[in-house]
Every structure is written in C-alpha cells, then in structure tokens.
C-alpha cells in the first residue's frame, strides 16, 4: 500500500518523458531551437509536482489508494492540452500566421510550408531548379539559395546535404550565420547543363495545381456582394448618376459578366477599370504553379500590382506567410484591339520550355475586361466560341505544351465594353451568358457643367461660368451637338496648351475656347 505513490509518480514521469521528447521532435522539424525554450532541463518536469501533493495520497490509505491519485495527475493535464495544440501546428496551417486575421479586404493568406510532402512540393523540380540556379550565379550562401526559391532554409538545407553527400555540389567555404557556400562540382555541373537544356526556369518553387485552385475558392468574388457604399468608394473619382449606380450594382454584386455599351467618350472603360474596388483589396497569388513537371508562370509584374504584407521583426519570423505567394491587389486586367486568340491560351517559350499563363488565368478573383469589343483582330465568332462554356460554368480547359490539358477556375467578372449595340454583334445564346447589358448615356446638361467645375480642379484652371455658358449656347446648343463624358477635359487640356504654347495666362475665355473646339471638333461633326 505504501508504493501506490512511487508507482503513480512513476508513471507520470513517463508520460512527461513521453511528452518532452515528442516537443523536442516537434521544435526541430520546425527550425525552433530547444534552447530557446530554456532547454530540456528547464521544461516544467517537476512544475506539476507541488509540494503539498503528498500529504492528501497517504491520509486515505485504509480506505483506498485509487481515490486520492487524481490529486498530483491534475496539474498535468493542461499540459497535455498545450502539446496537442503544439503538436497540431503543422497540420492546421491557418492558426499557424500569427497576428492574421482573415478580412473582406484579405480572406486568405497561405501559410508557411513545414514539409515537402505535405505542401506537394515537387522534389526532382526543386533540386532542378537549384542545379540552375547554382550553374547561372556560380556560388551562393545555403540561405541565398532558399530565398531564391522563396522556401524555408530548414527544407532547402536536406537537399544541399544530399547533394553534397552525392558530390554533386562542394563546399566553398563556411559563412559566419553557419552556414556555407555552395558550387557545383564538375558532374554537378554537367547535370545543371542537362538539366538547363530542359527548362531554364530558376525562379521561386512552384506551387501545386490543387492549391493554387483551392486558393482561388476561398478568394473567389462571387462570395463578396459589395453593397451601395462598396460601389460609392470604388467610383468616389467619377461622376456617376444615381440611375447608373442602380443599374451598375447588382450586376457588380454578382459576379458575373456585363456588357457596358453607348456612345464613345461617356466613360465605359473609366467604370470598368473602378469595378474592382468595390470588392476586397487584396488576394493571393503563386509566382508559378507547377503541372506534371511543367512551371506556368502566374504572377505577372505587368498586370499585377504587389502589395506585399508587412516582414515580420526579429530573428525567428514566426508568423510567416508562404514566400512562394505574392500578395497583389485584386487584379483589373484591361485587353483590348490587341486581344488575339492566342492570348487565351497558355503560351509556351519553346526554348526556355516556361509557360506563361493566359489573361483570365491572371485576371481570376478580379476583372477581365475585353475593351472595344468587335474591333479585336480575331473574329468575334471566335471569342465567343472560346469563352460560352467558362462564362457559365465557372470553369476552363487549358493544354499545356507537353500535351496535358488541365481544368482550372474561370472565377473573374468579365465586362464587355463597345461602342456597337451588343445585339448586333453576339447571338442570343451568348447574351444569355451576360446577364446583365447596361448602357451609358450621354450626360444631361448639369452634369456636363458639373464635369467641368470638377476638372477644372483637376487641370489647375480657374473655373469661369460666364465662359462654360457661352461654351454650351454657342457651340453645343444651336447645332445639337451631343455632350460626352470626356469633352470637358479635353476641352481644357486644349485651352491649358494654348495659352502655354502662346505664354498667355491659363484661363478660361470665350476666345480660347472657340480655337479648342474648332480643334477638337473638326473632323468629328
């Protein structure tokens, strides 16, 4: 009867052997080291222990051991909590960014990688483009190399000691961070030509197709429904009406395609361009995803605005977001005349073998929109036939050049803008697609006066009434000539320049402005 207390203090120990042992594993697979956590010795062993535990085991003896032993167990418990939650870490990845909170403005942020397998990373792909990367820059620090393909150096450093273990690279010498330059030896070298022959892509790690789809589910507009105020601040810069707000918001709301036509000059691609900022500010995009092998090239600095998020401070960056992953702001791509069927296809370099992903893969959880619609070089039986399936079931085929053809989102709202009537220009099957046709008129008077106050601030000009009346009844009214939405600016950029040009005073006469529209407007009436 007097062992019971030995035995159970035993068995605790154990488990709190048990226990150390499994954090340790746990600190190391995640670069943490055990010192900073004061070391094994100084894990809370005997914390759970407290002094006065004894005295209440052996009072009941007599009456039965097994009732008092939950006393000295009590204060393990919350320690088995805290290593479950330790040890799920690298399972839930989302908890694991410290300080994110997930918003309208930025609802995802993919966190940072713990393992290979379980982030589907290619291996043969990442040691390919290490190979390149060392042949192309010569020499490079084991830390360098990670950052070069955006991966935590406690991932990248196996792959360095394999290879040096294969001899594939050497070591230079030694750094003072602990760590060591890297070259390729000789057959190291002729494996990194082989293997440049093949694809010349050295960039950031890829991502998986898988992620990069579920990523854009859980940024996808369709879920957002920006209401009137969303759309009063994205078009706070335009003077829009009421009656066009009205009609201009559901269709924003749901996420589909629309068509914008009326007169040219009234301002169709000004509101297509704003439409994006009535939704959430930021998404999350790879640099490049990677098919079979293959590297499609997402991220493009000509189409895509980086807004990356703040560094974390400090030598441990613990709240660390996924490198791979750049944050940009919700895409706006505008394609017009230029627009080519080739262009929605994924184009391939054949002697870099990378390929470049096509425009609506780029514009995914933003706007695509398709300026001039009927005046592009292919025909527009083409593009319809190419797009009637993606815009209705939110989905799109691509062939990559090594002949796999893959499904990916088809998650953007698409807008139509031209100047020809949209009924003229597709059939009915396809304007069953575009739910929604809205049609920008000509300003009414007032507004086009208003126009001019507002960009009278804009050009630094002082506004004149008298010469805005003598504008309008002289060469607007008597010859019915129709107001547009961008002739009040470029009526002033007329007089600006004139009076510039002439070293006159800028200012608004009736004068000037009979030399700005005899200008602007002689081969348009």
Known sequence: MNYAKPSSDAKQSAAED????????????????????GGEGARPKQAPRPAAAPAPVRAPQATGAPQPS??????????????????GVPRQREPSI????????EPWRPSEPFDAYESRINETLLEAIIYRFLRTVGESEGRKIADQVKLPFRMVEPILNRLKSDQRVAYKNSTTTNDYVYVLTESGREIARLMQQDCTYYGACPVSLSDYISSVGKQTIEGQFPKRPDLERAFSDLLISPQMLVRLGPAVASGRGMFLFGFPGNGKTSIAERVTGAFGKYIWIPRAIEIDGAVLRIYDPMNHEIAMPEAGSGILDIGGFDKRWVRIKRPTIVAGGELTLDMLEVQSNSESNISEAPLQLKSN???LVIDDFGRQKMSIDQLLNRWIIPLEKRYDFLNMANGKKIQVPFDQLVIFSTNLEPKDLV???????????????NPPEADFRKLFEIMCKVTKIPYNADAIDYLITTHYLPVSRPFRNCQPRDLLLQVRNYCMYND???????????FAVDNYFSVMD
């Open 70 to 87: 939950p006393a000295p167990l009590t204060p393990a418990a919350p320690q088995v909590t805290a290593a479950s939650q330790v040890a």
């Open 365 to 367: 959880c933003g706007t």
């Open 504 to 514: 006159l005073r800028v200012e608004l006469k009736n004068d000037y402005f009979d």
């Open 427 to 441: 059939d009915d099957a396809f304007l069953r697609r575009i739910p929604y046709k809205i049609e920008v008129p």
């Open 98 to 105: 410290l300080g994110f909170q997930p918003s309208r403005d």
């Open 18 to 37: 048990q226990l150390d042992a499994l954090l340790s594993r746990i600190h190391s697979l995640s670069g943490e080291n055990s010192k900073s956590q």
